[in-house]
């Protein structure tokens, strides 16, 4: 079992998405759980391919394709996992801030936060402070994730901290920022408990503030 384990981290760490696919329904005919998959083979590959991108070793591109051949893993796995058992970790509100059109870095964080079991509700770009709120009330989100790429929109971040305590649940959520123009002084200074740089640091942010 240990064997296989190592060969879908090590096919997800090359971008092997064929191999991947192949591997996965390969444990799953030997009757290994889709959830003990995800838990000793996907994630541990995803993480590394993180660790990578933390020393240098990997870049943008390579993390994009890992993160694609770990997804064509769980496309098999998804008809056997338990009812929301892929998605233990919680769930994540992602979008781009009203005003701003950009969505790659965005989306590099989602791919990443659903590879690494969270559930992800994307409300694309251009997203006003109130459909972060309505959401994370409608959807039970743990954390909104809110990113931008302009100086001139990351000015309505705060807009969604201050809709959030409006709303009554801003006790119940957690706001992560980031973006080309964001820094941790700026979440602090507006009252964000979470900032990440780049889709790695997302992961390892958002585990931080579950775990709060």
Not at 53 to 62: D, T
Not at 175 to 194: C, N, S
Request: hydrophobic share 45%; net charge negative; charged share 25%.
């Amino acid at each position: 079992m240990a064997d296989i384990f190592v060969s879908i981290s090590e096919a997800i760490q090359i971008g092997d998405q064929d191999k991947v696919a192949k591997l996965a329904e390969e444990a799953l005919t030997k009757g290994i759980p889709a959830l003990d998959i995800l838990d000793n083979a996907m994630v541990p590959g995803i993480e590394t391919t993180g660790e990578k991108f933390k020393s240098g070793e990997f870049f943008l591109p390579e993390i994009l394709i890992c993160a694609r051949a770990m997804n064509r893993g769980i496309e098999v796995l998804t008809p056997h996992f338990p009812k929301e058992g892929a998605h233990k970790r919680g769930t994540v509100v992602i979008g781009t801030i009203e005003g701003d059109m950009h969505d790659i870095g965005k989306n590099l964080v989602r791919m990443m936060l659903e590879c690494s079991g969270f559930r992800i509700v994307d409300l694309g770009v251009d997203a006003p402070p109130s459909s972060f709120v309505e959401a994370a009330h409608d959807q039970k989100a743990d954390i909104i994730a809110v990113s931008a790429l302009l100086t001139t929109t990351m000015v309505n971040i705060p807009k969604v901290i201050e809709a959030l305590k409006q709303s009554g649940i801003g006790d119940k959520v957690k706001v992560m920022i980031g973006g080309a123009p964001v820094t941790r002084a700026y979440a602090d200074q507006i009252g964000a408990e979470g900032f990440a740089e780049d889709c790695t640091a997302a992961v390892d942010e958002a585990k931080r503030l579950v775990a709060v």
